[in-house]
Structure formats: structure tokens, C-alpha cells
């Protein structure tokens, strides 16, 4: 699964820390999502989107390889 969060945490310009503290996780869950290294929940997926204000398909979206 890819993402976009570095991108859209550049558009609010907001940082690991702060995307973090907004969700209720750790920066480095934030760090390792973003890096692709962890797929996150359902409920951690949609919690992310909507700090974003998009939809999650917006925020995440399948690999090939999926």
C-alpha cells in the first residue's frame, strides 16, 4: 500500500509529531507509515484522512503488488 502523508502533512504543514498527537499515535507510527514500512488500521487509515479532510483513497491507495 502506498501513501501520500508527507505530501499532504506538507499542505497543512503540520509535522510527524503534531499528525501524531491529532490521531493519538506515536510520531514514529506516523514515520513508519509514511515510509512504508507499517499498513495501518482501518480506523488509523480513516483518522488520517480525515485530519486531512480527504477521503481515505485520497490518502492511501494500493500497490501492483496488492
Request: charged fraction near 30%; proline fraction near 3%.
Amino acid at each position: 500500500m502506498k501513501n501520500n502523508i508527507r505530501v499532504e502533512r506538507a499542505i497543512k504543514n503540520i509535522t510527524q509529531a503534531e499528525l501524531a498527537e491529532l490521531i493519538g499515535v506515536s510520531r514514529q507510527t506516523i514515520n513508519t507509515i509514511e515510509s512504508n514500512r507499517y499498513v495501518p488500521s482501518t480506523v488509523l487509515a480513516l483518522k488520517i484522512a480525515r485530519v486531512f479532510g480527504k477521503p481515505v483513497e485520497d490518502v492511501f491507495s494500493l500497490d501492483d503488488e496488492d
